[in-house]
T-cell receptor, first 114, second 109 residues
Framework: EAQVTQNPRYLITVTGKKLTVTCSQN?????MSWYRQDPGLGLRQIYY???????DKGDVPEGYKVSRKEKRNFPLILESPSPNQTSLYFC?????????????FGEGSRLTVL | AQRVTQPEKLLSVFKGAPVELKCNYS??????LFWYVQYSRQRLQLLLR??SRESIKGFTADLNKGETSFHLKKPFAQEEDSAMYYC???????????FGTGTSLTVIP
């Protein structure tokens, strides 16, 4: 089944403890991106990647890192999480189709930083 | 800068009534506009995009460049339309996406 898979789905951690949220897609999509969803703010783009080894900042990149070593994987790294990074995170992928391709979303990862 | 505005956080309509979810945007150039929907316990998914000019599940949306709007409309709401709806904009390069804050639609039986 074609899909985007995120792990973990739920995570509670403490301030300063490095964590990684993995994202994998099996659709051979070039484009991948991360979003955070907060009440009253909608989804905000954190980072995106047009292809392997090509990443760029979105609207809210502070406190996050990403890497794109393989086409299918796009992990989100929080080197030193803080409570203001408590949020619901979504990974998405797409393949341009003459315009901006349809985004396929993962199920979301709910992160709580104490 | 707020690029996508959805003024209604919550919207309730009766089954069979028309529904309109508002979306206004600000962007210089020619953006692509989308509506994404999240049904209960499902992933966020594309409903429709302005370049397709399709009607999906009875919903339509017309891009009005003069009013910078992309309102979502359906003439007769159904209970299964109850969901969270997000208007989204993609810039010219297709790299960056901007989402509105979402409208939660409830269709009352």
């Amino acid at each position: 089944e074609a899909q985007v898979t995120q792990n973990p789905r739920y995570l509670i951690t403490v301030t300063g403890k490095k964590l990684t949220v993995t994202c994998s897609q099996n659709m051979n999509h070039e484009y991948m991106s991360w979003y955070r969803q907060d009440p009253g703010l909608g989804l905000r783009q954190i980072y995106y990647s047009m292809n392997v080894e090509v990443t760029d900042k979105g609207d809210v990149p502070e406190g996050y890192k990403v890497s794109r070593k393989e086409k299918r994987n796009f992990p989100l790294i929080l080197e030193s999480p803080s409570p203001n990074q408590t949020s619901l995170y979504f990974c998405a992928s797409s393949s341009p189709d003459g315009g901006t391709g349809e985004l396929f979303f993962g199920e979301g990862s709910r992160l709580t930083v104490l | 800068a707020q690029r996508v505005t959805q003024p209604e956080k919550l919207l309730s309509v009766f089954k069979g009534a028309p529904v309109e979810l508002k979306c206004n945007y600000s962007y210089s150039g020619s953006p692509e506009l989308f509506w994404y929907v999240q049904y209960s316990r499902q992933r966020l998914q594309l409903l429709l995009r302005h370049i397709s000019r399709e009607s999906i599940k009875g919903f339509t949306a017309d891009l009005n460049k003069g009013e910078t709007s992309f309102h979502l409309k359906k003439p007769f709401a159904q209970e299964e339309d109850s969901a969270m709806y997000y208007c989204a904009l993609s810039g010219i390069s297709g790299n960056q996406f901007y989402f509105g804050t979402g409208t939660s639609l409830t269709v009352i039986p």
